[in-house]
Nanobody
Framework: QVQLVESGGGLVQAGGSLRLSCATSGLTFSEYSMGWFRQAPGKEREFVAVISRRIGSTIYADSVKGRFTISRDNAKNTVYLQMNSLKPEDTALYYC?????????????????WGQGTQVTVSS
């Protein structure tokens, strides 16, 4: 049974930092590209960042470029999202997702497995 479990969310003031983790089990982690998405109340789920499965190439949404960093530890079957200089508009439920494909994707319909999400709230 595949499981993706996010952690590290919380309440932080604008300008602060958080590090999200997504621990996976039940899949061969190194064969999956891993993405982070977020969904704010009343809005559609949107792409945040993705890291490829082999060479670790990354893609970021323009709204987080330069502030967020995605990384992975294949030995720990875990993907991370370091979030710095947080803004109130970053407030959302953050999900990690796994895609069994070489090529990273920004399209949430391309992902095979999803976690339950972790809440990030940024106060002004």
């Amino acid at each position: 049974q595949v499981q993706l479990v996010e952690s590290g969310g919380g309440l932080v003031q604008a300008g602060g930092s958080l590090r999200l983790s997504c621990a996976t089990s039940g899949l061969t982690f190194s064969e999956y590209s891993m993405g982070w998405f977020r969904q704010a109340p009343g809005k559609e789920r949107e792409f945040v960042a993705v890291i490829s499965r082999r060479i670790g190439s990354t893609i970021y949404a323009d709204s987080v470029k330069g502030r967020f960093t995605i990384s992975r530890d294949n030995a720990k079957n875990t993907v991370y999202l370091q979030m710095n200089s947080l803004k109130p508009e970053d407030t959302a439920l953050y999900y990690c997702a796994a895609r069994r494909n070489t090529w990273p994707s920004e399209n949430n319909s391309h992902y095979d497995y999803w976690g339950q999400g972790t809440q990030v709230t940024v106060s002004s």
